[in-house]
């Protein structure tokens, strides 16, 4: 690290641990908001209640603020004289889980949770907004706070963009985001390059001929021809991926047929591919057509195949030079709880938002596990089966120090440019 980013980096986090000093006063608000989102989940698409709660607040906070962009997104966009721009993002949607916690504070929606932990990205942007508002002579620049919907179903960043955030918010010269993690709560934790792997879901429809279950020699099994691309599509990963990717290909569903003794028409798989390059990527996907379409062949199938794009998340490929100046200062203020971030791989679409904008990126993550109970299933080498992660019906991150965690980094990573 060169002096001048030496300095910059002290002079940030001098300012974050002075804006900080003032945590206590949104503490109180922050973990009653946490625990009204959490009991009051939205899926994607559908965060009215969450996104009028997040305007409010924005308002009150003193941001100029814009509702209504991709739906049900909000940005509040506040200055302080001259400076660099900063673009903080939170997600707000919830998932189609049925909570199983036993929290006091476990969610009234029947089937719907905040299994995924937005419900503390919300609320650490809210309290980190409200504490950069209120200590607006230790910082210069533009603040722009963006709360997305529909992550979840991976439509939600580009969503906004189609509705005209870049121009409604100009250029920006970084956007930093985070995630709450399986881990310990208090810790943050970073990583350069592909953090996030990118996700690719697919509908395949293949075709057989249909008749009596008594009489196979008649038809074109759809099963059998679903079954013999399953155990093909497992062969992408260790035959034609370098050994040094990682890449994972999964069908998850297969749905044919009505009856034990009826042979059906058609067989419909549905299939996950994650992977970290662009490379990979369109290896995979081109092999999967390949493969369904050679299968489809082979089995003497009566058409052609069906295979239709559903979902798609942007690998999360975190800028070097941002990603080190966070890093840097999340070292200097959190000490030995700045550690560095795995590859994780589940996806974001926070990607699709900096690219729209043409500006360098980092996202992060946040432990929000007890530190005991992290702590001892370590020990005894449970963590996989004990420690639940995003999405599990049993996901809750622990209110404190999960919050007061996740709205120091936003701080101090903003401060680093402001």
């Not at 673009?87 to 916690?101: G, I, K, S, W, Y």
């Not at 490379?279 to 239709?308: F, G, K, M, N, Y």
């Amino acid at each position: 690290m060169t002096d001048a980013q030496q300095d910059r980096t002290d002079t940030g986090v001098t300012a974050a641990t002075e804006v900080l000093a003032a945590l206590p006063t949104v503490r109180g608000w922050q973990e009653d908001l946490y625990r009204d989102l959490h009991r009051h989940p939205e899926l994607s698409h559908h965060e009215t209640r969450t996104a009028g709660i997040v305007a409010e607040r924005l308002r009150t906070s003193g941001f100029d603020v814009h509702e209504g962009l991709g739906g049900t997104g909000v940005v509040g966009i506040l200055r302080s004289g001259d400076g660099p721009t900063v673009l903080l993002r939170a997600d707000m949607d919830a998932l189609p889980v049925t909570e199983q916690t036993g929290l006091d504070y476990a969610s009234r929606t029947d089937g719907v949770m905040h299994a995924c932990g937005h419900d503390t990205h919300v609320t650490c942007l809210l309290g980190a907004a409200a504490l950069l508002a209120s200590a607006r002579d230790r910082w210069s620049g533009r603040l722009v706070t963006v709360f997305q919907p529909a992550e979840e179903v991976g439509g939600g960043a580009q969503s906004m963009v189609d509705d005209g955030l870049v121009d409604l918010v100009g250029r920006i010269d970084v956007a930093l985001g985070q995630h709450v993690v399986p881990g310990p709560a208090g810790v943050v934790a970073t990583r350069p390059g592909p953090a996030f792997a990118a996700s690719d879901v697919l509908r395949v429809t293949v075709y057989g001929r249909g008749g009596h279950g008594s009489m196979p020699d008649r038809c074109v099994d759809p099963v059998v021809l679903a079954a013999m691309i399953v155990i093909r599509l497992q062969t992408i990963v260790s035959r034609e991926v370098s050994p040094t990717e990682t890449a994972v290909v999964t069908v998850g569903r297969i749905v044919s047929g009505t009856k034990a003794n009826v042979i059906g028409d058609h067989a419909v798989l549905d299939v996950n591919v994650r992977s970290y390059s662009e490379e990979t990527r369109a290896r995979i996907l081109a092999a999967i057509r390949r493969i369904v379409v050679a299968e489809c062949q082979a089995s003497d199938s009566p058409r052609e195949p069906d295979i239709e794009p559903v979902e798609s998340f942007p690998v999360t490929d975190n800028d070097p030079d941002v990603t080190k100046r966070v890093a840097d200062a999340f070292t200097k203020f959190f000490a030995e709880r700045a550690i560095d971030l795995p590859q994780v791989p589940a996806s974001e679409d926070f990607g699709d938002i900096p690219k729209a904008f043409g500006a360098p990126y980092s996202y992060w993550g946040f432990g929000g596990i007890d530190w005991d109970t992290y702590a001892r299933a370590m020990a005894a080498g449970t963590v996989a089966s004990d420690i639940p992660a995003n999405h599990a019906p049993t996901f809750a991150p622990v209110v404190q120090p999960t919050l007061d965690t996740g709205t120091q980094a936003l701080v101090v990573a903003a401060l680093s440019w402001l």
